[in-house]
């Protein structure tokens, strides 16, 4: 799907329909606009059912102030005007009230980025705006005056949060990133101590942005290759609904024959990838005119030292992740169907992504599918990509279900004994 093509009714559509869908806002609540060329600004309707808006709901406010449509704009319509009179490089404003942004908002505080490597860098600083009476224009004044120092995504005092952006895409993704940083540190926070990046982290990441691979053009494409990309796709969408993935974090990879893979495209939407968007990886070059995801030597490193790995997943489920960003370990010893597909589930050196892949590669042995990488990912192999992702699904499940212990009584792990049972009668 080419989003920049769409009408800015059908682009507001889309992007409400994730947001109320995910549970990131009410049926009363948020707002969208763009700001189109001519100096229009479409926006969502006051009053209006959020979880059953159509495009003959948007309303388009001229620059005379005319109105054009069925409903009255959205009452807090002043500050998305007052926000792109501020800042004419934005051409699209997102405002809602995700619950963990929400609870940031009512104590007064900022998600902390610096939790994982690429979230600081989506959201740029984040500012917080004095509380003002919602649908004024002091309101617009104190958001639009935040905006004005360069900062694109702003909380708001008691109320949610604004993202501005060069589309409405690039707003969604602050929104979207804020809003999962808001939720991971909420969740860290209940079983221990957030662990910041240090500057030298982020070092790392900026030195290993670039991904060098030669390339190739297809001489067409095998029946195995189109399953497999099929195949793909559906649990890329799946994981997107099930937050396991966000719209442009989240990596896949499928072996096709030997060591040559299917992986999916840097910075590209999970949201809406199709078939044609994947990268196929062949004797260590790159499908031509497409960019792999960055951690594409990771999946090449694992296929080549483990023949019964076929797929490798690297994604960023909030609740796994809480373990990533802590000192906590992750223990699978809770239901015996988590220590069946999880086994021993070590907790990785950050850079353990980016340096010396191959020893990082060869941590993923039978007996050890899964990795936490230390404010970073969390990687999860399989004998297939059902297998891969099973994984992936138990681990986040099992530690939202340790996480929620804090308020009912001590763990009791299934004891070494009752582990050896398992391992017989699993064959493990």
């Known amino acids: 799907m080419d989003f920049a093509l769409l009408h800015p009714a059908d682009q507001i559509i889309l992007i409400m329909e994730r947001i109320y869908g ?86 007064r505080r900022i998600p902390d980025t610096r939790l994982l490597p690429n979230e600081g860098q989506i959201c740029g600083e984040v500012g917080m705006a004095e509380y003002a009476l919602p649908g004024s224009v002091l309101l617009g004044e104190k958001i639009a005056a935040v905006f004005a120092e360069g900062i694109n995504t702003v909380m708001l005092e008691n109320h949610g949060v604004v993202a501005g952006g060069a589309n409405l895409f ?54 195995l290759e189109r399953e497999a990309r099929r195949e793909m796709i559906k649990f890329i969408l799946r994981s997107y609904d099930q937050k396991l993935v966000m719209s442009t974090q989240g990596t896949f990879s499928q072996r096709l024959d030997g060591n040559n893979f299917v992986i999916t495209p840097y910075g590209k939407d999970r949201k809406y990838l199709e078939e044609r968007d994947l990268v196929r990886i062949e004797n260590g070059r790159a499908e031509a005119g497409k960019a792999p995801s960055r951690s594409v030597h990771l999946h090449q490193a694992i296929y080549d030292a483990h023949p019964h790995v076929n797929s490798v997943i690297i994604a960023h489920p909030p609740n796994i992740m809480a373990f990533a960003v802590t000192d906590n370990a992750f223990d699978s010893r809770t239901i015996p169907e988590s220590y069946i597909l999880l086994r021993n589930t070590p ?16 941590v993923f042995k039978k007996e050890t599918p899964i990795a936490i990488v230390e404010n970073n990912c969390t990687i999860a192999t399989g004998s297939s990509l059902l297998n891969a992702f099973d994984r992936l699904e138990v681990a986040e499940y099992s530690a939202k279900a340790i996480i929620s212990t804090g308020c009912l009584g001590e763990i009791v792990k299934i004891d070494q004994e009752k582990i050896r049972d398992i391992e017989v009668a699993f064959q493990l």
Do not use: Q
């Open 22 to 107: 995910y549970g990131m806002t009410t049926t009363s609540g948020g707002n969208l606009s763009i700001l189109d060329d001519n100096g229009d600004i479409w926006i969502t309707p006051a009053s209006i059912d959020k979880g059953s808006l159509t495009r003959k709901d948007i309303v388009c406010v001229k620059p005379d102030g005319t109105i054009i449509g069925n409903h009255k704009p959205s009452s807090e319509y002043p500050f998305h005007r007052l926000v792109y009179k501020t800042r004419p490089d934005l051409k699209a404003v997102v405002h809602a009230h995700p619950p963990a942004l929400v609870a940031f908002s009512i104590v």
């Open 170 to 223: 690039e707003a969604f993704k602050s929104f979207e990133t804020l809003d999962f940083v808001a939720r991971l540190e909420i969740k860290a926070n209940r079983i221990g101590k957030p662990v910041l990046l240090a500057p030298e982290h982020f070092d790392t990441v900026e030195a290993n942005r670039e991904v060098r691979m030669d390339s190739f053009i297809p001489k067409g494409y095998s029946t």
């Open 347 to 362: 907790k990785l050196p950050f850079d353990s992504v980016y340096s010396d892949v191959a020893k990082t590669a060869a």
